[in-house]
């Protein structure tokens, strides 16, 4: 008996040594300071309120790899043991500083990408916010609409995403509400013309900014051939008509779903469905996915799939992290079943009303006036308290970019 519970003593002691160096090898990989900035070593008073921005981009090699379709802020309490999942719509409007002093606003799903390419836009000023980790501007923002200091961030390509629920085996959503997505964009097919190569090609030196030359050369080809005018059109406006081969029609029955990765993310990603589309009701269904893998990862067997699912998520996850922080997450991970997970979305049925930005942008402002976020500071703290008076009404100021 002493023998066989020595052996089951060293097998569990190699365990954890294993899974402890996967890990540590796992951090190092995904963990990018700034500049080679590391982390203060020096002692802080303990926290107890810790605010992480989570960031979901699409990824590949097409046009707007970085645009963050998803964009949440999760507040955690561990005094309380509570937390809560403030989801921003991608359109929200959001003014960005710049070296210059000149104005510039922008839809608030930009940010991230800009802030990593910072030279298509140099007058962008990214020092503003600090300069430690690749998204201190984005947190930066996201600190000012929400008026929580945002600690840390993670950043997810979504490909990651399908590779952790595939690895989890899959997660079980209720689906509340039954809907089909005839538009949904196919992975690789952003910039596929669907066999229309000849149309195409006569319209394409039309679709970008013209000059007087070409604004002539457009209208009398139009005007030769009446049926490339649709065609244009459409091609800008509404590209599913004329490119076809670029989007899939998806649809989900309400009820209990058991989703792979590739089903889970059509799940968190549609927006064109009729009956339950827009950004608010993605927002909610991507916290739902959110809640679905959090309560997979406590289930009994997660701890044997933690190797293979590391291994698979180093080159698509990023985070300012450091390692202080996770040794104290880690503590509160045994009791990690008792917190209290809430969810909030905001939208144009509670602080924020839709306008129009100079150049016809669809955006998103507070009702209190663009810029002015004092009334979503209060909402999100009246949440936290239990307090959700329904918001007044107030007329929006209009967008002067």
């Not at 802080?44 to 998803?70: M, Q, S, V």
């Not at 980790?133 to 979504?158: C, H, P, R, V, W």
């Not at 009994?300 to 080159?315: A, C, N, R």
């Amino acid at each position: 008996m002493k023998k066989i519970f020595l052996v089951i003593a060293g097998i569990i002691i190699a365990a954890v040594l294993f899974y402890a160096l996967k890990i540590n090898q796992f951090y190092k990989k995904i963990y990018t300071p700034k500049n080679g900035i590391q982390a203060n070593s020096t002692p802080k008073p303990e926290k107890t309120e810790f605010n992480i921005l989570l960031l979901g981009y699409a990824g590949g090699n097409h046009a707007g790899t970085y645009l963050t379709d998803t964009i949440i802020v999760l507040h955690v309490d561990l005094k309380k043991k509570k937390a809560i999942m403030v989801s921003l719509p991608r359109d929200t409007w959001v003014k960005l500083p710049t070296k210059s002093g000149d104005d510039f606003h922008s839809k608030i799903n930009t940010v991230y990408e800009t802030e990593l390419f910072p030279n298509t836009f140099p007058d962008l000023d990214t020092k503003i916010a600090g300069n430690k980790s690749d998204a201190e501007l984005t947190k930066f923002i996201l600190g000012q609409i929400t008026g929580f200091q945002i600690d840390n961030y993670i950043s997810i390509d979504f490909a990651s995403f399908i590779k952790s629920i595939d690895i989890l085996g899959g997660i079980d959503i209720n689906v509340v509400r039954a809907f089909e997505d005839e538009k949904y964009p196919v992975e690789g097919k952003e910039d596929d013309i669907c066999d229309k190569e000849e149309q195409f090609k006569q319209i394409e030196p039309y679709l970008s900014n013209l000059d007087a030359t070409k604004s002539a050369e457009k209208e009398k080809l139009l005007k030769e051939k009446p049926d490339l005018d649709e065609f244009l059109r459409n091609a800008t406006a509404s590209p599913e008509l004329v490119f076809p081969c670029r989007y899939e029609k998806i649809s989900f029955a309400s009820g209990v779903q058991h989703l792979d990765g590739t089903t889970a993310l059509k799940f968190a990603r549609s927006r064109q469905s009729n009956q339950d589309g827009g950004d608010f009701a993605r927002a909610r269904r991507q916290q739902q996915v959110i809640e679905a893998v959090k309560a997979k990862i406590f289930s009994v067997g997660f701890i044997s799939k933690i190797p293979t699912l590391l291994d698979e998520l180093d080159q698509y996850v990023k985070t300012d992290i450091g390692s202080e922080e996770i040794k104290r997450f880690s503590k509160e991970i045994p009791g990690a079943g008792e917190y209290k997970l809430s969810s909030l979305v905001l939208s144009d049925e509670n602080v924020l009303t839709s306008d129009r930005s100079s150049n016809g942008q669809f955006i998103l402002v507070p009702e209190s006036g663009e810029d002015d976020w004092n009334s979503v500071q209060k909402f999100i703290k009246n949440t936290l308290k239990g307090i959700t008076p329904s918001p007044t009404p107030i007329p929006s100021k209009k967008p002067s970019h």
